[in-house]
């Protein structure tokens, strides 16, 4: 079974600027080897080092937006994570949360992270992080890489 996770931004930048905001926090934080390129993170998706595919586009139209309805803002690009199942899931779960600290440092906007519109692990509105505040996702390995002010508040889709 694959196992995905979003993290849906509202921003003036285009998808290929968050792409490019995707590389540099990859290759900062060291998930990214330095053959990664944007198109590849435009195209199929670059592979982390944890085994994870990234993929960086526009959001997919749909009659509903669950995330404009219940959030608030509507997404302008979507970085997009599957986890390779066969891989250590809680390596590339870290390396996702990794990877998101690294693009909301680089992009502005309002931004949600979550797993298949069911359980929101984090969110940014109005400039406020806010992390759920489930241990079991973010335990205290975890929370450590997220180094920019936050609160833990847990939010939910209707």
Do not use: C
């Not at 998930?31 to 199929?44: H, M, N, P, R």
């Amino acid at each position: 079974m694959a196992i995905s996770y979003s993290l849906e931004i509202a921003t003036q930048l285009s998808p290929g600027e968050v792409a490019h905001a995707v590389r540099e926090a990859g290759r900062q934080a060291a998930l990214f080897s330095d053959a990664v390129t944007l198109e590849q993170i435009l195209g199929d998706g670059a592979l982390a080092k944890g085994g994870s595919v990234v993929q960086v586009m526009e959001p997919l139209e749909a009659p509903y937006d669950v995330v404009a309805d219940d959030l608030g803002f509507a997404p302008t690009s979507s970085v997009e994570f599957q986890i390779n199942t066969s891989n250590p899931v809680h390596y590339q779960q870290d390396d996702v949360v990794a990877l998101t600290v690294g693009v909301l440092k680089r992009v502005p906007g309002d931004a949600v992270l979550h797993r298949e519109t069911e359980t929101i692990w984090l969110l940014r509105r109005d400039g406020e992080l806010t992390v759920n505040e489930q241990d079991d996702i973010w335990p205290p390995h975890r929370l450590a890489l997220v180094d920019i002010p936050y609160r833990r508040e847990t939010h939910t889709f209707d």
